[in-house]
Nanobody, 123 residues
Framework: HVQLVESGGGSVQAGGSLRLSCAAP????????MAWFRQAPGKDREGVAA???????SYADPVKGRFTISKDNANNTVNLMMNSLKPEDTAMYYC?????????????????WGQGTQVTVSS
């Protein structure tokens, strides 16, 4: 049973930055596809970014050029660097793990989820 633990959320003003991290004690990420999703109140969970076992990253259009996903295999963490944050980025952010590649933005592809970390961006 893989448990994912997110950290790094918080409150910032528009234009600011935050760095989210996802850890899985006892498990290695290097063979998984890892992703970040977010969910705002009243909205569906949406894919933000993903990185596959080869280190290839994919991004949702609203965050391209502002967010960067990366794996730190030595420390077994997956990070999401978020720059130029906007109020519409406000949401609960979740880390997720998948054993298969492809269709990265579909939540059904992921077998493990973290508990979420809140990101709030004020205007």
């Amino acid at each position: 049973h893989v448990q994912l633990v997110e950290s790094g959320g918080g409150s910032v003003q528009a234009g600011g930055s935050l760095r989210l991290s996802c850890a899985a004690p006892g498990y290695r990420y290097d063979t998984y596809c890892m992703a970040w999703f977010r969910q705002a109140p009243g909205k569906d969970r949406e894919g933000v970014a993903a990185i596959d076992s080869d280190g290839i990253a994919s991004y949702a259009d609203p965050v391209k050029g502002r967010f960067t996903i990366s794996k730190d295999n030595a420390n077994n963490t997956v990070n999401l660097m978020m720059n130029s944050l906007k109020p519409e980025d406000t949401a609960m952010y979740y880390c997720a793990a998948s054993r298969v590649a492809g269709q990265w933005s579909r939540p059904q592809r992921y077998f493990a989820w973290g508990q979420g970390t809140q990101v709030t961006v004020s205007s």
